[in-house]
């Protein structure tokens, strides 16, 4: 009973507080500085491209994956060809697709992985990794990372891109 009344009390401070004022009410219309007569913006000879041409990719045969225990803080790097499947600790890790930027594209790779941990039923992650930006769609596990470092045609082309990393 005492936990709904703290409740209750903190919410009817929160309405006795005074309100806050923005920025936009509390400076004067006049307070900025007019430009000068005269002065005009620079404008562009021709017009921006409304399309971009398409992006291409190239499928891989086989991708380099990188794995983090949080715990230990032991990183292991590891290949794994398309439609394969890999234990890493307790991570069943299934590479669905590979792919990498065509010529002249610009250096990237990204993977199609399902990612389960063999205590659960479903898996943990579904979808496709971007070895330039782990974050945008990472595995969210207490325990592992799991992330892309490249994706190539041969076993020979993964262990050179992973030099670089």
Same mark, same amino acid.
């Given at each position: 009973m005492s936990r709904h009344?703290?409740?209750?009390a903190t919410a009817l401070a929160c309405l006795a507080l005074p309100p806050v004022l923005?920025?936009?009410q509390t400076i004067p219309p006049d307070?900025?500085?007019?430009?000068?007569?005269?002065? &005009?913006?620079?404008?562009?000879?021709?017009?921006?491209? &409304?399309?971009?041409?398409?992006? &291409?990719s190239v499928p891989g045969r086989q991708a380099r994956l990188r794995g983090l225990d949080k715990m230990t803080g032991q990183i292991s790097t590891f290949d794994l060809a398309v439609g394969e499947s890999m234990r890493y600790e307790r991570l069943e890790i299934t590479l669905k697709a590979c792919r990498h930027p065509g010529p002249g594209e610009g250096e990237?790779?990204?993977a199609y992985l399902v990612i389960r941990d063999v205590r659960h039923d479903g898996?943990?992650?579904a979808g496709w990794m971007f070895a330039?930006?782990?974050a945008l769609s990472a595995l969210?596990?207490?325990?592992y990372d799991v992330w892309v470092l490249s994706c190539? &045609?041969?076993?020979?082309?993964?262990?050179?891109?992973?030099?670089?990393?």
């Open positions: 009344l703290a409740v209750a923005t920025a936009a307070h900025f500085k007019k430009a000068p007569e005269g002065i &005009t913006l620079p404008v562009l000879e021709r017009e921006l491209p &409304t399309e971009r041409p398409p992006v &291409t990237d790779a990204f898996p943990d992650f330039s930006s782990p969210d596990h207490p325990r190539s &045609t041969s076993s020979d082309d993964a262990v050179a891109d992973s030099d670089q990393n």
